[in-house]
């Protein structure tokens, strides 16, 4: 199958979930994971429609940025993001989705300054309570909510999570329910309610995570076929 075969094939899934948890297809952002595919596939894909690419490794996004991958949709880099590269992706990415310590968003309100804009991000929450995962405990979000309130050049428009992976099927829409229920409860509480996204679910998982709540989903795999790491 081809990439706009594939994304044509993830959309009615979407669909599905959508109405399922009565919402539209036009209700979830799809964000292609493009990671390890080259500039070729990244326009393919844009061409059948996702809404956005969305990168994990700087280097790769920037050799990539330099071929115009992404011309056509918007750039979200959800990848872990070290502080040292923070100035290679603040104002390249229209959205960072792995915004995970209260250091990392320090440091993009910094180089946003410097830059003269402001960022839009999204808070990464470890909702598995995972040790070696990234991202803010889920007791911790409120308060980098309300800090981040406080960065005149960051602006938080949702929240984003990756689960524990699964070990049994549908094993992760409990991670998804209570991410949704945080996020219902933080974006009443700090945002007015117009918080806009929650982003959660990816190739396996998408549709569990779009009948918990989700509004964007993260997806590779169903769209590019496997990653070859043996190259
Ligand atoms: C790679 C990746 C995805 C997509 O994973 P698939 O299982 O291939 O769909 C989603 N989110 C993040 C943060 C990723 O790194």
Same mark, same amino acid.
């Given at each position: 199958m081809t990439i706009t075969e594939h994304i044509a094939a993830v959309r009615r899934e979407m669909a599905e979930a959508a109405r399922e948890s009565g919402r539209s297809e036009r209700d979830i952002i799809l964000v292609g994971a493009s990671k390890m595919n080259d500039a070729a596939a990244c326009q393919e894909a844009i061409a059948a429609g996702v809404d956005a690419l969305g990168e994990n490794r700087v280097q790769e996004m920037t050799a990539k940025l330099a071929q115009n991958a992404y011309g056509g949709a918007p750039l979200h880099f959800i990848g872990h993001l070290q502080r040292n590269k923070v100035r290679q992706v603040v104002g390249k990415a229209a959205l960072i989705q792995s915004i995970g310590s209260? +250091?990392?968003?320090?440091? /993009?309100?910094?180089?946003? $300054?410097?830059?003269?804009?402001?960022q839009d991000i999204l808070l990464e929450v470890n909702i598995g309570g995972e040790e070696a995962k990234s991202g803010f405990a889920p007791e911790e979000t409120e308060a980098a909510a309300v800090l981040a309130r406080e960065l005149p050049h960051v602006r938080v428009?949702?929240?984003?999570?990756?689960?524990?992976?699964?070990?049994?099927?549908?094993?992760?829409?409990?991670?998804?329910?209570?991410?949704?229920?945080?996020?219902?409860?933080?974006?009443?509480?700090?945002?007015?309610?117009?918080?806009?996204?929650?982003?959660?679910?990816?190739?396996?998982?998408?549709?569990?995570?779009?009948? +918990?709540?989700?509004?964007? /989903?993260?997806?590779?795999? $169903?769209i590019f076929g496997a990653r070859d790491y043996t190259k």
């Open positions: 209260e +250091a990392l968003l320090r440091e /993009v309100e910094k180089e946003a $300054a410097r830059q003269q804009l402001v428009r949702g929240l984003m999570t990756i689960p524990p992976v699964e070990t049994v099927p549908h094993g992760n829409l409990v991670y998804f329910e209570k991410m949704h229920r945080l996020y219902v409860d933080i974006n009443g509480k700090i945002y007015d309610n117009e918080l806009e996204y929650i982003s959660m679910g990816m190739s396996g998982d998408f549709a569990d995570a779009i009948r +918990a709540g989700s509004n964007m /989903v993260r997806v590779g795999t $169903a």
